[in-house]
């Protein structure tokens, strides 16, 4: 079993940054590849970034490429997601979780999901 807890949503002007945390639970969080995303009212979830167990490997979508980034400490059992650049079509509320199969990139292959931290971004 793993918890995920999110933190570092509020509310930003538009090319302003935040930085998201995730805290993991649990001894086992370097089993899971990690990621995050995001919904926005009146849509469905997206992928927006992902990142392997080690850490060697990283993805993302095409709208935050150039702009997010992802990482994780092992040590602190935490990823987290630097996001640069914002822009109001980023606001939406973001979730981190965990894939103890996959690369983290299917959204249906997530184990374990965070509650979510809203963000959102002002023209």
């Known amino acids: 079993q793993v918890q995920l807890v999110e933190s570092g949503g509020g509310l930003v002007q538009a090319g302003g940054s935040l930085r998201l945390s995730c805290a993991a639970s649990?001894?086992?969080?370097?089993?899971?590849?990690m990621g995050w995303v995001r919904q926005a009212p009146g849509k469905e979830r997206e992928f927006v970034a992902a990142?392997?167990?080690?850490?060697?490997?990283?993805y993302y979508a095409d709208s935050v490429k150039g702009r997010f980034t992802i990482s994780r400490d092992t040590a602190k059992n935490t990823v987290y997601l630097q996001m640069n650049s914002l822009k109001p079509e980023d606001t939406a509320v973001y979730y981190c979780?965990?894939?103890?199969?996959?690369?983290?990139?299917?959204?249906?292959?997530?184990?374990?999901w965070g509650q979510g931290t809203q963000v959102t971004v002002s023209s």
């Open positions: 979780a965990a894939d103890a199969q996959g690369r983290g990139l299917l959204l249906h292959d997530y184990d374990y």
């Open positions: 990142i392997s167990r080690s850490g060697g490997n990283t």
């Open positions: 649990g001894r086992t969080f370097s089993s899971y590849a």
